[in-house]
């Protein structure tokens, strides 16, 4: 069964970019599952899908955050990873990779990323 | 974007008892609506995919209905690891939307 890492810094600073990398074991980001997707949830509240990026490389985003985000994949280290530009203290959240065949199947476990200086 | 609303935000209920939640959409979505349970400080999980296909591990007192704009889930019979908080979340048009969720509480 295919198992979801994430991982980076817990701490980012307002107006830098956050940066995190999603693990992928007993799977392919290059095959299989067909999206590979960034969901967030501020501490206390609901989730957001942030984006995707399908098997075949194309990317969809969120509106809301369309502009700051970037969803890319490394085949060679079996990763895909979030980057968000110009982050402030709404960016707070827990930050979950998820895959699927057609919607958000598995999921990591989350990790927390804070925005303060 | 889809709106996604459920009811009610909180539930008390007990052991053994049946108990129904609703999702509603902003516009039709067929059947693209997936439930998801999320224990507290974990993932959320897929229960519930296709608006009422039961997702392979998921136990059988879940079922899901309803297309269009109106869902629901149901748990046949409360059971003490369902104490959780429950999202909808459609997949028929970006971007992907959640209800605010429900939290199932022991009553």
């Known amino acids: 069964q295919v198992q979801l890492q994430e991982s980076g810094p817990g701490l980012v600073k307002p107006s830098e970019t956050l940066s995190l990398t999603c693990t992928v074991s007993?799977?392919?980001?290059?095959?299989?599952?067909?999206?590979w997707s960034w969901i967030r949830q501020p501490p206390g509240k609901g989730l957001e899908w942030i984006g995707y990026i399908y098997n075949s490389g194309s990317t969809q985003y969120n509106p809301s955050l369309k502009s700051r985000v970037t969803i890319s994949v490394d085949t060679s280290k079996n990763q895909f990873s979030l980057k968000l530009t110009s982050v402030i203290s709404a960016d707070t959240a827990v930050y979950y990779c998820?895959?699927?065949?057609?919607?958000?199947?598995?999921w990591g476990q989350g990790t927390l990323v804070t925005v303060s200086s | 974007d889809i709106q996604m609303t459920q009811s009610p935000s909180t539930l008390s209920a007990s052991v053994g008892d049946r108990v129904t939640i609703t999702c509603r959409a902003s516009?039709?979505?067929?059947?693209?609506l997936a439930w998801y349970q999320q224990i507290p400080g974990k993932a959320p999980k897929l229960l519930i995919y296709?608006?009422?296909s039961l997702e392979s591990g998921a136990p059988s007192r879940f079922s899901g209905s309803g297309s269009g704009t109106e869902f629901t889930l149901t748990i046949s019979s409360l059971q003490p690891d369902d104490y959780a908080t429950y999202y909808c979340q459609q997949y028929h048009s970006y971007p992907w939307t959640f209800g605010q969720g429900t939290k199932v509480e022991i009553k």
């Open positions: 007993g799977g392919s980001v290059s095959s299989g599952f067909s999206y």
């Open positions: 296709k608006a009422s």
């Open positions: 998820a895959t699927g065949y057609s919607t958000l199947d598995y």
């Open positions: 516009q039709s979505i067929s059947s693209w």
